[in-house]
C-alpha cells in the first residue's frame, strides 16, 4: 500500500512545519487557511484534504517549509490557533516542527520479531527517532536492546496479584514518562493496559494486533483463524484504549494462508505482516499524519 509517505520525511534535512486540523465542513475552509499562510509567506509543499459526509467533518494536513516562514513554531501555533478558533476546531488541530527529534518508548514481552525490526529501522536510519527505553515484563529482549545501546528495564508482572500488577504498572508508567515519549509503541507487549493508563497515553500508544481486527479479538488469535479455515490473515495497528483491541484503526495488511497451513505457519507468516504493519503505524503516527474522528482515523 503506497500512501506516498514510505519515505522517512522525519530524516529530511529540509525542516517542516506540519499543520493537521479537523473542524465542520463549510465553504472557505481551505481558502481560509492556505491565505493565512500565503499572507505569512508560507510555501506549502504538501496538502492533503478530505470530508466525511456522515458527520460533515473537514481534515486537512500541511506541510510548510520553515525557513519560508518569518518567525518559528510557537508564534506559527499562536497565530494559527486564532485561524483554528474560527473554523470552530476547538482543539482538534496541531502544528508540529519536523525538526524536533521524535522520541519513542518501547513495550515488550517475549515475543522479539517487532522489536527486532523498529531496532533495525532505527540502526540503519529508517527512523530518525531516538528510542527513550524498551521496558519489558520478561527479560528475554533485554540483550538485544543492550546491544543496541538502549536501555532496557526489567519490570515483572505477577500473574494473580492485582495490587502486584497495579504497583508494576505504576512503574511502567514512570519509566516511560520519564523520557517524554511522543509515541508508546506496544510491541507484542502481552498486558493488558488499565484504563487510567490508556487515558493518559490516548493518541500516543499504538499497539500491534496480530489479527486483522475486528475480527479474532483477544488472545491466540492465530488458533481462532486456523479453526475459522480463514484464507487471508492480517495484523491491526491501532490506538490503545480502555476498550481490548477496539482503539482507533491505524493500519492493516494482510497475508493469504491456505488449509494446508498449520497454526506453526499461520504464526511464522503473520509475523512478517505485524512488523510492516507496526512500522507503518508508528511512521504515520510521528509524521503527524493521523487524525482522529470519534473511534476512527483519518490518515494521510
Known sequence: MDRGWDNWRVSSNERRYVIRLGCPDRAGVVARISGFLAEAGGWIVEAAYHTDPDTNWFFTRQEVRAESLPFGVDELRRRFGEVARELSAKSDWTVTDTGRRRRVAILVSKEGHCLYDL???????????????????????AGITRAHGIPFHHVPFPAADPEGKAASFAQLRQLVDAGSPDAIVLARFMQVVPAELCAEWAGRALNIHHSFLPSFVGARPYHQAHQRGVKLIGATCHYVTAELDQGPIVEQDVIRVDHGDSVADMVRKGRDIEKVVLARGLRAHLESRILLHGNKTVVF
Do not use: K, P, W, Y
Open 119 to 141: 531496532l533495525g529501522r532505527v540502526h540503519s536510519g529508517e527512523l530518525d527517532v531516538d528510542i527513550t527505553a524498551v521496558v519489558g515484563n520478561h527479560a528475554d529482549l
